[in-house]
């Protein structure tokens, strides 16, 4: 979010596509793709056609002056919304909900379970309303065929099964955990993760990265100056110290999967 400089961008989503490939294959980044490529388009567009600001003109078309600084403006800014939305699909792989609550729960118990059935509930409703509608459709109900009027009391249907399965199973749940006395003492955690020498070797190693990071953003390194006026793109010798640090820290997640996976295929 802070570098701007094409060069680390791009390379930090090449290594975020790597890592969700590694991770699950290529089923969310596929799903994902998509999205991510028309939000970028639409992005880039809107600020070729309604951004007049800068100083290089390109084209004039349908009386609207098209600069330079718009175009590369839309095109860093899609790198960037790339670059979190494929660290958030890797984060939903890596941090599941058992995970999630051994984190936060010695601290803010209630607010992180309530946080983690915020996480599962859409994916929850989606597969269940998935599931209803199969049923339905057995029964000659859709919401894609039809009068218009048809299709919204179908809609209605559904939405009244869906509701009704989801408050019948969150009493049951309720139910069973104040029967297991949830709340009453310390919770205890169902899989214990140690955090053992080599967990501090890589957190401090990722620390260091992270700080030689920061250090080079403050210093003014891995930025380009696009308003009022694009500057040349420079990669000093210092630039590239820093974005060496920045792709080490990058690939820290896939450095280890690869790892593990060539000591697999080597002791196997």
């Not at 899989?191 to 080599?198: A, L, S, T």
């Not at 990669?235 to 697999?264: K, N, Q, Y």
Request: with cysteine; proline share 2%.
């Amino acid at each position: 979010m802070f570098y701007n400089q094409p060069f680390f961008l791009i390379v930090c989503c090449v290594i975020l596509i790597f890592i969700n490939v590694v991770q699950d294959g290529w089923r969310k980044l596929i799903k994902w793709m998509k999205s991510i490529l028309l939000l970028g388009s639409f992005i880039v567009l809107l600020n070729a056609f309604f951004v007049a600001e800068g100083t290089t003109h390109l084209w004039t078309i349908w009386g609207n002056d098209i600069m330079l600084e718009p175009i590369l403006f839309g095109i860093i800014t899609t790198f960037m919304l790339m670059a979190i939305l494929l660290l958030f699909a890797s984060f939903n792989s890596t941090l599941n909900g058992q995970k999630f609550l051994y984190i936060f729960s010695s601290f803010f118990q209630r607010t992180a379970f309530i946080t983690m059935l915020a996480m599962r509930f859409v994916p929850l409703l989606k597969t269940r309303l998935q599931e209803i509608t199969d049923v339905q459709r057995i029964k000659g109900l859709s919401l894609t065929s039809g009068k218009l009027r048809e299709r919204a009391r179908s809609g209605m249907l559904f939405l009244q099964i869906l509701l009704t399965w989801s408050l019948g199973e969150a009493v049951d749940t309720a139910d069973a955990m104040s029967a297991r006395g949830y709340g009453i003492g310390k919770r205890s955690q169902y899989k214990p993760y140690r955090f053992d020498i080599k967990d501090g070797i890589y957190a401090s190693i990722l620390l260091c990265l992270f700080t030689f990071c920061i250090v080079g953003l403050l210093l003014g390194h891995g930025r380009i100056t696009i308003y009022p006026e694009y500057k040349a793109l420079s990669f000093t010798v210092v630039d590239a110290i820093f974005f060496i640090c920045f792709t080490l820290l990058s690939a820290f997640p896939l450095m280890i999967e690869g790892g593990d996976e060539l000591r697999w295929h080597y002791f196997k």
